[in-house]
């Protein structure tokens, strides 16, 4: 497992690639879009999915809490999949993740999904500030220095030699770094999409995730979509 | 036998015809009750010997509700057959009424058809579970006194044939009284035929009537002129001698093997067609609207050729074809068979083919298809047991229509003969999947799709699952789709291609689609805007699962053919030579053992074993054999697989090649692959489809539950990190052993070779190994792990861009790459 050193508004933080953020001079892991309970939001709609999803998710984080060893942990948002979805958590789930926020300190960022968690340790914020950095869930057009955000759920495909791959994928350019989701059923947004790419209107890096390490290619985004001839 | 009552048999004197044998042996039949199996090549009058005894009896005693039904794979088919009733019922007078059902049936004729069923209702697989599905099934179905299958051969075995026949064994509870025929080509294994078409799921008790005879067919193998082709399956350098055979005949059908093929040869000809013979193409992913008018140029004579794939295999009679052309390996008898019977529909003369072959081994291939057709030596395993997955579609859409007692449905579905050795266990996991998703964390007890009433019996939740259940019927599942449009006022759809494909797409770029070269402008929402023009080196939309492997009986024969050379002297005076040198340098493969070559090649070795089991169970292979040469530190770079040989190549020898090939791969490395094929994640997300788990998404809708739909491959992971065993992974398991991954045919050949590898260690490429040494780099390797890929690329534009040092080991010859970066304003190719 080799994480991929980077540098943002003066700080070095290391990508791992199993998509979370650590930044070791505070001690400070951050995840993205763990969308916890969705499987059982489909299973509301109709879908019986396979309901481990919460449990896969919970094994990322902890896997990653044990590499790491956090002071702080942040989640950026959209941590629960549905307004109702902590309420959905099976009793194993729910004193699992209460064990994990006893032992680092929880920052629940608030996300478009997600209303103040309900019955879980950890302190909730609409935004995080340390030091240079600014952890959000969604970010937006437009000038700013040191946002971690999540929210997009960014995802490239690579056309090698033998097929197109498609991973999960962190974004990074001067400004800000955007981490993939990490939640087990989370989907991801092709980054060549104009959501994405009007937030990195210079262009950047993208960071696969593998199965040991990251793999780095340049960024080219399109901006907005091309006009349309005269109809 | 007897013979046919009036007004049957004036009618049949007017249209100058005597009414065949067999048509008269299904009718005696019919009057006996008795389930029969009609076996006839094409243009034996097998329809209407089908529909003849449900015209009789109706004529003589004339009643409403439905009488018969008839159910075909092909919608055209059976509106086109609608059709051809209406005519003896009109001249005759008949009080029959007559109605198609399909996926483009109207609302308002679908609600006249549920109130007031037709006497003959014509139909899919589909749209019959569609309707067993409905509230109103057993007064609709009740009264069937005949079922009509049309091209048993084609269902039977196959997910569509599961369905169909699970809805034969539904139609037997409602109208227990219904005699069934079963219409059919010619196949290798009879008695599953036979059982499919029985009410008892059982073969005795079902009457089988051949045709026989008819004349042999005239097939012969032309070559291109000068050099015959090392490898390449598109068969483009014969175009000339193929245009000549064209303008030789009135109609000519030439037959290729994917879509991709079609496209470029389509192009070939017309570059040279300086006489405007009118060239049409025909495939799958065309419009509708497209295919309808070369159908029709087709009836009408407008059209001297049509360049076509299996879109033209099965269905409608055209009459008029003079000849067929097979270009590139015929890969089956039955398949060359079923092709070759679409030139003249006459049985008394000959059916005219032509085979092209592409490539050297296709030579041997082609040769060894003529003498299997001459031989008449069938291939085609025996039909595998149903799928799980179609069950469980089938389980809710049966509770959909009424309720049912677990105990009732087993006995009624084990009457279809693909689940007539179904246990309970299966049975019951069935249910329960349906029920609650059957997860060992009962966690879903609130989300319940079924419930049971305290008689036992099964209900349908809601109204809202029976609508979702109905949105999802089918057993085909097609990969994302993009439609084709050009772009601008007037722009007219041309038909779809598959999303990975528009993905690797930047606008500008050139492809080749519906036998146009497009300009690539972009995408919106589910369509990609094209313009035409273009130009540079075009792309060619390649479609999953577009080649059909070669077939076990037709690999025997190549395999024998290469034993012994007496056989060589029909082959071309390169070929033999090729042969012959191979047993000078190495040695040929035998029947039952498994030649090996190692030999060192610029600074890698290959290895190529030549195992004849066709070019899904080679991928699958060589993802196993090069895991396991890994693990034994032989440092394994790549591997490509064609339809006869796997070459793998490795920074260091291969050596104890025997123990690479031992059966135990198949348990060691089995679990591993299940974890990281591509194919099997295709497959599996094909049975969760199927069986209900994901949505099917529709073609033209917009994904507008996108927070709701869950990707196919994330399923897959946590289901089998929780519950290895549970029935779509089973079903999952089940489906490997045949199609896209094939492991039943690895396990075949590993038992077959067991203690008979020959390993010949050369110091040099031998000339039966060039072919598949000319394909690296140019094969797609799509089962390989995707990090080995992204690493390759990512080292190669870093180094290409001089970020870093060149990797101690590098082919000699430059990769054939194309590479770019990520987005579309790219700053382009690296490599041509």
Known sequence: ?231 | MGTLPEPFLSWFAAQGWAPRPHQLAVLAAARAGESVLLIAPTGGGKTLAGFLPSLVDLAERPRAGMHTLYVSPLKALAADIARNLMRPVGDMCLPITIATRSGDTKTDERRQQREQPPNFLLTTPESLSLLISLPEADKMFGSLAAIIVDEVHALAGTKRGDQLALCLARLGALAPGARRVGLSATVAHRVPLQAYVSPSGQADGVRVIEVTGGAPPDIEMILPVGRLPWSGHMGLSAAPEILARIRAAGMTIVFVNTRAQAELLFQELWKINTDTLPIAIHHGSLELEQRKRVESAMADGKLRAVVATSSLDLGIDWGGVDQVLQVGAPKGVSRLLQRVGRSNHRMDEPSKAILVPANRFEVLECEAAILGVAARELDGDPPRPGGLDVLAQHILGVACSAPFLPDDMFAEVRRAAPYADLTRDNFDDALRFVEDGGYALSAYERYRKLFRDSEGRVHVRSDRVARQHRMNIGTIVEEPLLKVRLAGRGGGALGEVEEYFANMLSPGDTFMFAGRLLKFLRIRETTLEAAEGGDGEPAVPAYAGGRMPLTTNLADRVRTMLQDSSTWSAFPDSVQEWLATQRKVSRMPGRDDLLVETFPRGDRFFLVAYCFEGRNAHQTLGLLLTRRMQRYGMQPLGFVATDYVLATWSADEPTDVARLFEQDILGDDLEAWMAESSMLRRTFRNVAVIAGLIERQHPGVVKTKRQVTVNSDLIYDVLRRHQPDHLLLRATRADAAGGLTDVGRIAGMLARIHGRVRHMVLSRVSPLAVPVLLEVGRESVRNQGGDDLLLEEAELVAEALGEAEPPPFRPREPPRLRTRSIGTHGQGRLFG
């Not at chain 1, 590499?67 to 999949?81: I, N, Q």
């Not at chain 1, 194993?92 to 629940?108: E, K, S, T």
């Not at chain 1, 999540?150 to 001067?174: E, I, N």
Request: a positive charge; aromatic letters at 8%.
């Open chain 1, 1 to 231: 497992m080799t994480p991929a050193p980077v540098h943002l508004a003066g700080e070095r933080l290391m990508l791992d690639p199993d998509g979370a953020l650590f930044w070791p001079a505070q001690k400070l892991l951050a995840v993205a879009d763990l969308h916890f309970e969705k499987g059982s939001a489909a299973a509301v709609q109709g879908s019986l999915l396979p309901p481990w999803d919460t449990r896969a998710t919970l094994d990322r984080l902890a896997a990653l809490l044990r590499r790491y060893k956090p002071e702080t942990v942040v989640a950026l948002g959209d941590s629960f999949h549905d307004a109702r979805g902590a309420l959905r958590l099976h009793p194993h789930d729910l004193a699992r993740l209460n064990l994990f926020a006893g032992a680092h300190r929880f920052v629940w960022v608030l996300g478009n999904h997600d209303p103040e968690p309900q019955g879980l340790a950890g302190e909730a914020v609409e935004e995080w500030r340390l030091g240079p950095l600014r952890f959000v869930h969604q970010t937006r057009p437009g000038p700013t220095v040191g946002e971690i955000c999540g929210h997009h759920h960014p995802k490239a495909h690579v056309q090698t030699r033998a097929a197109t791959v498609s991973r999960p994928c962190f974004v990074l350019d001067a400004k800000r770094l955007m981490l993939p989701a990490l939640g087990a059923y989370t989907g991801g947004l092709d980054v060549r999409d104009p959501a994405i790419g009007n937030l990195f209107p210079r262009g950047g890096r993208v960071f696969l995730l593998g199965k040991d390490r990251l793999f780095s290619f340049a960024y080219q985004p399109i901006r907005t979509r091309q006009p349309a001839p005269p109809a």
